[in-house]
């Protein structure tokens, strides 16, 4: 299981954490675009970000992390779904400034995490979003002070990404804890200790144990993780319904308008009789969609 998220507790501690791994995932996540380094270490933390986020709810629906900016970086996206279903993207313009931090794309920007859950008896999940302060140096002050505020709770994260691996870990006190600042502080110390390649190469039973292990941290659970776009051609048909009858047809190029997902890379083609029935309300079950 190479794609996995671990949930755990260091009991002498009073602190809860999640550990996240990516590989499979992350890469299908990378390789879905010509990605320059610097967008893909910041989209790989926000796939990280989204996941540990999702571990750290327990949510049934789905969570997500979005920064949009005015600057150079566009669009940063990672979507956590229950149960472990990824997806992730990011749009930017060249050239980008060096180093690309948030301080140098956040000016006008907007980062928030939404959190979508089920309503029992209710067509519409509930909505909750939060809004992260991008007076920061990079996406893991950030979430430390959004948690800070938002939750009031102590709350470090450490984010690594490289090769084919993004891997996090988020650490926080337990709520309603009396907690003891000198086991924090003793936690934290613990945690600046590890270096960004055992963060993403050390199997992660080792990797607690060696960091934890004399405040008997214990493993909660495992969810295995994987990469799932959400496009399908029924998604794409109401996308073109929406655009209305006559610019469907005039996005048709040749005998057929080819339609594909960013996130995937699957290619959805409607030719004029499958646009003609999707306005005759005939559905979008005809045609065809090509993985790339």
């Known amino acids: 299981m190479t794609d996995v998220l671990?949930?755990?507790?260091?009991?002498?501690?009073?602190?809860?954490?999640?550990?996240?791994?990516?590989?499979?995932?992350?890469?299908?996540?990378?390789?879905a675009a010509p990605y320059p380094s610097a967008i893909a270490t910041l989209l790989g933390e926000t796939a990280v970000?989204?996941?540990?986020?999702?571990?750290?709810?327990?949510?049934?629906?789905?969570?997500?992390?979005?920064?949009?900016?005015?600057?150079?970086?566009?669009?940063?996206?990672?979507?956590?779904?229950?149960?472990?279903?990824?997806?992730?993207i990011a749009h930017w313009e060249a050239p980008l400034p060096e180093p690309l931090t948030l301080h140098s794309v956040g000016e006008g920007g907007l980062l928030a995490?939404?959190?979508?859950?089920?309503?029992?008896?209710?067509?519409?999940p509930t909505r909750y979003q939060g809004l992260v302060g991008l007076d920061a140096e990079s996406l893991a002050d950030a979430f430390e002070q959004y948690f800070s505020q938002s939750e009031q709770l102590p709350t470090r994260m450490l984010f690594s990404v490289a090769g084919g691996t993004a891997a996090g870990i988020l650490l926080q006190t337990l709520p309603g804890a009396d907690a003891d600042p000198d086991h924090w502080n003793r936690v934290q110390?613990?945690?600046?200790?590890?270096?960004p390649q055992?963060?993403?190469?050390?199997?992660?039973a080792t990797l607690l144990y060696r960091l934890f292990h004399e405040d008997g941290v214990r493993v909660l659970?495992?969810?295995?993780?994987?990469?799932?776009?959400?496009?399908?051609r029924e998604r794409v048909g109401r996308v073109l319904i929406g655009l209305g009858e006559a610019e469907a047809v005039a996005a048709i190029q040749g005998d057929a308008a080819e339609i594909t997902c960013e996130f995937c890379n699957r290619r959805y083609r409607f030719d004029r009789v499958d646009i003609s029935q999707l306005f005759a309300g005939g559905g979008a079950a005809a045609g065809s969609s090509t993985p790339q």
């Open 49 to 88: 970000a989204a996941s540990l986020f999702g571990g750290h709810t327990k949510i049934e629906g789905t969570v997500s992390v979005q920064f949009k900016g005015r600057q150079a970086l566009r669009t940063l996206f990672a979507e956590y779904r229950a149960p472990g279903l990824l997806r992730g």
């Open 198 to 204: 055992e963060l993403r190469d050390t199997d992660p």
């Open 113 to 124: 995490i939404t959190l979508e859950s089920p309503t029992p008896g209710q067509r519409e």
């Open 6 to 31: 671990h949930r755990f507790l260091i009991e002498g501690a009073g602190v809860r954490g999640v550990l996240v791994r990516l590989n499979e995932s992350w890469e299908a996540i990378r390789d």
């Open 221 to 232: 659970g495992e969810q295995p993780l994987q990469f799932q776009c959400t496009c399908s």
């Open 189 to 195: 110390a613990l945690l600046e200790t590890l270096t």
